[in-house]
């Protein structure tokens, strides 16, 4: 069965510093990984996916993710971070067997200083 | 176009009490998802159907959870009776058919039990 783990419960930095949010997952197959936010209140929001090809992949609000298969990682980064991306972060891997399956990990906590 | 619906928004009962709540997806999106998220974990799928079919209930515990999709359009979820551990957000999602379709969530229904 295919799961997520994302090491960091909570990660505070600087406004305009970088940042890089970390998930780990486990599937026996070619994986499909998302990234979602969840501000507070709201419902989950798509940043990006991977389904296939080049690896590195771009989504919205200048976020980005690289696949690395050898590490089982899809990374979240963002050069310079915003106060307004103060929220919740949560990877999550999909079968691609029939209708689209998620599982989500436990999710990161985005705390940004001015 | 229009997001997807959810009402109500927050809902507070007692223990051993009944609770439905209510989702109305995208225009047009065959597939729809409802997800518990306990409060500091990432949601979990607890049913998935396409069109008015159940596709996976595997997660459901379904001595005291229903849910149907009659005309294939919105759907109810109902607890009879809950339970405290039931306290958590329901989101519901919908998405077009297919394995690639992206998943669009509700703000969600944050349920207290007491």
């Known amino acids: 069965a295919q799961s997520v783990t994302q090491p960091d419960i909570h990660i505070t930095v600087s406004e305009g510093a970088s940042l890089e949010l970390r998930c780990n997952y486990s599937y026996g197959a070619t994986p499909y990984l998302f990234w979602y936010v969840q501000s507070p209140g709201q419902g989950l929001q798509l940043l990006l996916k991977?389904?296939?090809?080049?690896?590195l992949v771009q989504g919205i609000k200048g976020f980005e993710a690289e696949f690395k298969r050898s590490q089982s990682s899809f990374n979240l980064r963002k050069p310079s971070v915003h106060w307004s991306d103060a929220a919740e972060y949560f990877c999550?891997?999909?079968?691609?067997?029939?209708?689209?399956?998620?599982?989500f990990g436990q999710g990161t906590r985005l705390t940004i200083n001015p | 176009e229009a997001g997807v619906a959810q009402s109500p928004r927050y809902k507070i009962i007692e223990k051993r009490q009944s609770v439905a709540f209510w989702c109305n997806p995208i225009s047009g999106h065959a597939t729809l998802y409802w997800y518990q998220q306990i409060l500091g974990q990432g949601p979990k799928l607890l049913i998935q159907f396409q069109n008015n079919g159940v596709v996976d209930d595997s997660q459901l515990p379904k001595d005291r959870f229903s849910a149907e999709r009659l005309k294939g359009v919105d759907s109810t979820l109902k607890i009879q009776p809950a339970k405290l551990e039931d306290s958590a957000v329901y989101l519901c999602a919908s998405s077009r058919a297919g394995a690639s379709g992206e998943q669009f969530f509700g703000p969600g229904t944050r349920l207290t039990v007491l």
């Open positions: 999550a891997v999909g079968t691609i067997q029939g209708a689209q399956k998620l599982v």
């Open positions: 991977y389904f296939s090809g080049d690896t």
